[in-house]
């Protein structure tokens, strides 16, 4: 099974950074297009970022222009640079393949953007 471990949220002002790191465990990554999700409380969760694997990438409106995701094959771990973090930005950060079928979701990562 391959396993999803996402870090790097935290608690940040408006306006501020962050990058989040997701790794996955097992050789199918450098197969497989990835996604960040996010979730905020109350509502459903959505695709805010996609890398395929020949690195072309795609972006939620909402996020455009301020994210960016990127992928590391050798160490079989997708990112996302956060910037101009603003506090609708708040919400739980997953990653996983960017349309069926998953893989087992991770715990993910909270990021908490203050107004």
């Known amino acids: 099974q391959v396993q999803l471990v996402e870090s790097g949220g935290g608690l940040v002002q408006a306006g501020g950074s962050l990058t989040l790191s997701c790794a996955a465990s097992?050789?199918?990554?450098?197969?497989?297009?990835m996604g960040w999700y996010r979730q905020a409380p109350g509502k459903q969760r959505e695709l805010v970022a996609t890398i395929t694997t020949a690195y072309n990438t795609n972006y939620a409106d909402s996020v455009k222009g301020r994210f960016t995701i990127f992928r590391d094959n050798a160490k079989n771990t997708v990112y996302l640079q956060m910037n101009s973090l603003k506090s609708e930005d708040t919400a739980v950060y997953y990653c996983n393949t960017d349309r069926l079928p998953y893989l087992i979701w991770g715990q993910g990562t909270q990021v908490t953007v203050s107004s």
């Open positions: 097992g050789s199918i990554f450098r197969f497989s297009n």
